[in-house]
């Protein structure tokens, strides 16, 4: 007999791009929609590198999910929590770093390599230089949230995350053993090797769309640039070794969509932007990889338990619930902002037909 319905723990998202401005009122309701909480990223234009700054975010995000709750029941409604990060540099403030921490404004640090994907133009060009920072955060105990790929113009773009993990990540590590390190959106088998075989300092996300989709996936029938996300997705086999542990109910792998929202036209141009937008129907989309897996069983794991207990949260008490109920994902979301502005953005499987559906009260 066949599952009709699943209960679980409400899911956090613990890699997530909700943007700033309009883009931020459009996109932000979807994730408060069906998440608890939500790693947010500072990769803002001008990124988040103090209180202050991560302050006014937040409070900007609470404006933006107030208009709209999407799949919550009222005494839900606006309760859920954006968990602040901060952008590492390597001329950052270690005072501010340390007080965001230990005054729970920041919940993580971010690291990205110089110019290695969306507003990462402020990132770190050497690793070394940010020692200070990462000896201080393993001693108190914050995250390292890690962009793990290279930017080196002779490493192939397929290999950026493999050659990360070998060059920099192994000896991060090393260095500071008890730092917990995140490694962020996963694409690879290399990856997954490096997580299992690492102790229970290093965990990882992984997003929907690299569940689902192969690098072919890019190319089929002409250039897709709604496929196009860094890091890039690879070969059937990473797919598959992903899948596997996604899957595997070990605590070191879970959700984290990296939803990362581009307005159409910033999408479909001749240097299109990277990133996916998921957030719409991310739980659907991960319920129907742990169903095609004969996993079921273990999403709560993956979605609600595994993250908390990496970030020594505790885990929702509200439930929501999966129906078995087949729909179609529309091809577009708009949004009309003030001023008759209007935002277009295409949500990962449009125009697909998807077999899990969030129950709405």
């Known amino acids: 007999m066949s599952t009709l319905s699943v209960t679980l723990r409400q899911p956090d998202d613990w890699h997530v791009h909700l943007r700033d401005g309009m883009v931020l009122s459009a996109v932000a309701p979807f994730t408060a929609g069906a998440f608890a909480r ?29 208009k709209i709750s ?26 501010e770093l340390v007080r965001g921490y230990n005054e729970k ?35 108190i105990g914050m995250p390292l949230l890690v962009h793990g790929e290279v930017i080196d113009p002779e ?15 192994i000896s991060i590590h090393k260095r500071f053993p008890m730092l917990k390190i995140v490694l962020e959106h996963i ?8 997580v299992e075989s690492t102790g229970s300092q290093i965990a990882a996300t992984i997003t929907p769309h690299h569940l689902h989709l192969n690098r072919n996936a890019m ?38 969509t990296d939803s990362a929202p581009h307005v159409r036209q910033s999408k479909e141009t001749s240097c299109g932007c990277a990133g996916i937008f998921n957030a719409p129907y991310a739980i659907e989309s991960y319920a129907q990889v742990f169903e095609e897996e004969g996993k079921l069983e273990l999403f709560e794991g993956f979605a609600s338990l595994y993250g908390p207990q990496f970030y ?19 091809m577009h979301i708009h949004w ?26």
Request: proline share 5%; hydrophobic share 40%.
């Open 38 to 66: 939500a790693i947010v990223m500072p990769n803002l234009t001008k990124p988040i590198t103090t209180v202050k700054a991560a302050i006014n975010y937040h409070q900007r995000i609470n404006m933006a999910c107030k």
């Open 70 to 95: 999407l799949n919550k029941s009222s005494e839900q409604k606006n309760q859920f929590q954006p968990l602040m990060t901060i952008y590492l540099m390597e001329d950052l403030s270690l005072p």
């Open 105 to 139: 404004i920041f919940t993580a640090a971010k690291f990205y390599p110089l110019n290695v994907t969306t507003n990462s133009m402020f990132g770190v060009q050497s690793i070394t230089a940010i020692n200070y920072l990462l000896e201080r955060m393993e001693a």
């Open 155 to 169: 490493v192939d773009i397929f290999d950026r995350e493999k050659v990360f993990i070998d060059r920099h990540l």
């Open 187 to 194: 694409t690879t088998a290399d990856a997954v090797h490096f």
């Open 219 to 256: 190319f089929h029938e002409g250039i897709r640039s709604d496929f196009y996300c860094l890091p890039v997705l690879k070969r059937e086999r990473h797919r598959l070794a992903l899948r596997h542990a996604a899957t595997s109910g070990n605590p070191k792998f879970f959700l984290g």
């Open 312 to 330: 020594g949260l505790p885990v929702n008490e509200n439930r929501i619930t999966l129906e078995k109920r087949r729909h179609k994902v529309p």
């Open 336 to 361: 009309n902002g003030i001023n008759n502005e209007r935002i277009t953005l295409v949500p990962l499987h449009a125009g697909e037909n998807l077999q899990w559906k969030i129950k709405q009260d």
